[in-house]
């Protein structure tokens, strides 16, 4: 069994519409599928729609940006109610943060002698409730002849501590834990191999209600996976997994690279039922 529960569209950085994401886990040979867009859902129902006409089963999905310590940290949130009123409210929130950033990363490039059009991007985030972010400068930037790639962006002007990166503030994960048990989901810490959170700081988390880590991941090496799947053991927590997939060429990757083995599958799906 193929089960990828980490995957982007358009409505946030991915390049695939939810039907093309679709076709792509169809071609992967999924079984289980969860579209994760930054701060979003918009994709969530014409995806569960489009893999059930295809004999996938897809889960509700979300990836959130927290904020610890000025760290990002991405959280997971699975099974939960697409339509939860608090919930939507809170990603109403996280995605007018995100454009108020953008638009502050697009004034310091301008300052830099690098301007670029986001127009196109800021429309589409308020009329379709799409997430925008530094990746959509990226291409924004491409487009303009600044960088090559969304990675030759980050590296040179947009990633953490380079001239164009712009300071966030935002929820903390004790904070999105709650949001989203509260419209009934579990929740996993995204990627902790790449986010880099002191074991000490995850027990502090799993205090806090986390339910699992996002053991398996395309950043994660055999040895990060080992670390974190023992860090899981240890602490009691569950097991998430995914490919990250974004369709960026920069990164080649597919759906369905990294799966999540299917014993934890049905262990997270179990925990999920005792949140209803
Ligand atoms: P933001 O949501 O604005 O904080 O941007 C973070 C997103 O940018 C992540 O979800 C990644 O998809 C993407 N990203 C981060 N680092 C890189 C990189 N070096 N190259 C390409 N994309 C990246
Ligand atoms: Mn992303
Ligand atoms: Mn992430
Ligand atoms: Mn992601």
Redesign the pocket.
């Known amino acids: 069994m193929v089960i990828d529960l980490h995957l982007h569209t358009v409505a946030s950085?991915g390049r695939s519409t939810p039907a093309e994401l679709v076709d792509l886990a169809a071609a992967g040979g999924l079984s289980v599928m969860a579209v994760t867009d930054?701060d979003t859902v918009a994709s969530c129902r014409e995806v569960k729609e489009a893999a059930r006409a295809r004999g996938i089963e897809a889960i509700s999905g979300i990836e959130i940006?927290a904020v610890d310590s000025r760290r990002?940290v991405h959280m997971l949130g699975y099974f939960f109610d697409i339509d939860d009123p608090a919930l939507l409210a809170f990603l109403t929130g996280q995605r007018q943060t995100r454009i108020a950033r953008v638009e502050r990363i697009s004034r310091r490039l301008n300052e830099l002698g690098m301007p670029v059009d986001l127009s196109p991007f800021l429309t589409a985030a308020t009329a379709r409730r799409q997430s925008i972010?530094?990746?959509q400068v990226a291409d924004a930037m491409v487009a303009a002849g600044h960088a090559v790639s969304?990675?030759d962006a980050?590296?040179r002007w947009l990633?953490a501590g380079r001239a164009a990166f712009i300071e966030r503030e935002g929820a903390t994960p004790e904070s999105v834990i709650e949001i989203v048990h509260a419209a009934h989901g579990v929740i996993s810490l995204a990627h902790p191999g790449r986010t880099g959170l002191a074991d000490q700081r995850i027990r502090q988390l799993v205090a806090a209600g986390l339910d699992a880590l996002e053991v398996y991941h395309s950043d994660h090496d055999p040895d990060t996976v080992t670390r974190y799947a023992a860090l899981a053991d240890r602490l009691g927590t569950l097991r998430s997994g995914g490919s990250d997939f974004?369709g960026?060429p920069?990164y080649p990757l597919t759906v369905g690279s990294v799966s999540l083995p299917s014993e934890h599958w049905e262990r997270l799906r179990t925990a999920a039922g005792r949140h209803r």
């Open positions: 950085d930054h940006t990002d972010g530094r990746p969304r990675r980050f590296q990633g974004h960026d920069s």
